[in-house]
């Protein structure tokens, strides 16, 4: 559903029902054929809730954005990061089969993030619980402290993810509960400016007042 088609749904149906409501002109007619002012104001209502519902959505999408930025911008820097460290471990670790096993230096990197968050604690938890790994590795400047800000780094990109995970799920349901507060709206409005034609044919100049184009 285009946010352009959205906006102007709401605007047409906000000028309807406030002009409905509010002129005088209108009133009598329109209570004539059922829409009295406690019908109108179930109209409103519905109006008001589908407003209401696509500015949460606006803002549960903006989150989500603001969310997935987080996460792909921690993600990019802790691969580069792991990336530099495992170049240097084949180096450093090259004749050390067992060592390249336990550290996962063999074959490619994981690309899907769960794939990726295995292999990179791996590579962390492994290099620093071993003593001959880590002597390998402090030859080329690679340190206890580093490779734990690696590993801060992992915990920090698998909890954005979750952040990203729930605020994608929170913008897709209310992108549910909009698109169901502008249907209800929809029909409520389609009946009620159907009858408008028809109270107001006589004054095509009253139906203007509510932004509708009298029936040729």
Do not use: C, H
Not at 76 to 101: C, D, H, M, N, S
Not at 181 to 195: N, P, Q, R, T, V
Request: glycine content about 6%; aromatic content about 8%.
């Amino acid at each position: 559903m285009a946010y352009a088609s959205i906006d102007k749904q709401l605007a047409a149906a906000q000028l309807a029902l406030s002009n409905a409501r509010s002129d005088g002109d209108l009133a009598g007619p329109l209570a004539a054929f059922g829409y009295d002012a406690e019908r109108l104001a179930t109209g409103w209502a519905l109006y008001e809730t589908a407003a209401a519902a696509q500015q949460r959505q606006s803002r549960e999408y903006g989150e989500q954005y603001t969310a997935s930025d987080a996460f792909t911008a921690a993600w990019e820097a802790a691969q580069a990061e792991v990336v530099r460290y495992v170049k240097i471990a084949r180096i450093a670790l090259k004749e050390e089969r067992g060592a390249a096993t336990k550290l996962a230096l063999d074959g490619t990197r994981k690309r899907s993030l769960a794939g990726w968050l295995v292999q990179t604690r791996q590579f962390y938890v492994n290099a620093q619980a071993d003593a001959a790994v880590m002597a390998a590795l402090a030859r080329f400047g690679v340190t206890q402290e580093k490779l734990a800000a690696g590993q801060a780094q992992v915990a920090v990109v698998e909890g954005l993810a979750a952040a990203q995970k729930k605020e994608t799920g929170e913008a897709q349901q209310t992108t549910q509960e909009r698109d169901a507060a502008l249907e209800a709206l929809d029909e409520w409005m389609g009946d009620f400016l159907a009858i408008a034609r028809i109270a107001l044919e006589e004054n095509p100049q009253w139906l203007e007042k509510m932004g509708v184009l009298a029936s040729s």
